[in-house]
Structures are given as C-alpha cells and as structure tokens.
C-alpha cells in the first residue's frame, strides 16, 4: 500500500505560480510511476502530467506543455508539479497518483492505470 499526501494548493491571480508536491509512504516509491490530475466542478477528472520511476519518461497534457513541469525526489519519495503562467481554467482539484510497475519507463496517463490515489488539493486561479 502506498500513502500519498498533496500539498501546495491554494489561490493564485492568473499568471501567477504554483508548486504541488506529493509525499509518498509505504511501500517502495521507486517502483512506482507517478502521476498528477485534476478535476474542474462538474467535469471529469482528467490527465495533467505523469513521470516515469526512472525519472527518464514524462508525458504531459496538450492543454499544460510549456507550463507545468512533473518531477520526482527519490531521496523524499515526493513528486512535484510546478505550475506557471496559470490559467482561470486550471482552476481544479489536483490529485496525485501512483502506478505499480516494473517498467522504469512506464508512464501511464488514464486514471485506470493508476493504483493509489491522494485525496487532492485545491487550486483556484483568478482571473
């Protein structure tokens, strides 16, 4: 079983920045490939970014390339996601994910394929 914890959330004017991390405890982070999603009022919850263990695979959402950045401290079992140049519509619960995988350059990016799951962070942007 793998605990995770979001933090960083909050309220942010539109251009401004953000940074999430996700704490890990429990069983072995590094087998473990990491994600972060969100979920608008009234939407499903959707992709944002997802990095593999090995740290050498990311994958991000069209609609956040060039502004947000995934990374992962082993060392903290953490993972962060840096947001800049915010958007009203970033406005979300962000949630932290993880995968089980012996693929250190799996990066899986549909909420199926994600094990565990934190209980999210609210982030409002505005405008």
């Known amino acids: 079983q793998v605990h995770l914890v979001e933090s960083g959330g909050g309220l942010v004017q539109a251009g401004g920045s953000l940074r999430l991390s996700c704490a890990a405890s429990g069983r072995t982070f590094s087998k473990h490939a990491m994600g972060w999603f969100r979920q608008a009022p009234g939407k499903e919850r959707e992709f944002v970014a997802a990095?593999?263990?090995?740290?050498?695979?990311?994958y991000y959402h069209d609609s956040v390339k060039g502004r947000f950045t995934i990374s992962r401290d082993s060392a903290k079992n953490t993972v962060y996601l840096q947001m800049n140049s915010l958007k009203f519509e970033d406005t979300a619960v962000y949630y932290c994910?993880?995968?089980?995988?012996?693929?250190?350059?799996?990066?899986?990016?549909?909420?199926?394929?994600?094990?565990?799951w934190g209980k999210g962070t609210l982030v409002f942007v505005s405008s």
């Open positions: 994910a993880g995968s089980r995988t012996d693929d250190s350059n799996y990066v899986p990016v549909l909420t199926i394929q994600y094990d565990y």
């Open positions: 990095i593999s263990w090995s740290g050498g695979n990311i």
